[in-house]
């Protein structure tokens, strides 16, 4: 993860691991993973149906972030 935001932010992964908390490192790592996924994704998307049909579909997104009501609703459904 800190060698990705490391890549994206041009600075060194040590940097990052050194003055960063746990929780932003998450955070951007997992939109700085959606941008390029959904990136990938949408190039896909504009191709036309024969190349489609040879190359697999990428994930839209790569990490799914939840709120804690979408939680609350997952350990609704668990319990029933």
């Not at 890549?7 to 997992?30: C, F, M, S, T």
């Not at 504009?46 to 579909?57: C, G, I, R, S």
């Amino acid at each position: 993860m800190a060698h990705c935001v490391a890549k994206v932010l041009k600075q060194r992964p040590n940097d990052i691991l050194d003055h960063w908390g746990v929780a932003e490192l998450l955070v951007a790592y997992g939109q700085y993973a959606n941008e390029e996924s959904y990136r990938n994704f949408l190039e896909w998307k504009h191709l036309d149906n024969e190349t489609k049909k040879k190359v697999q579909k990428p994930k839209e997104y790569a990490v799914f972030f939840y709120s804690d009501d979408d939680l609350d609703d997952e350990e609704g459904k668990e319990g029933n």
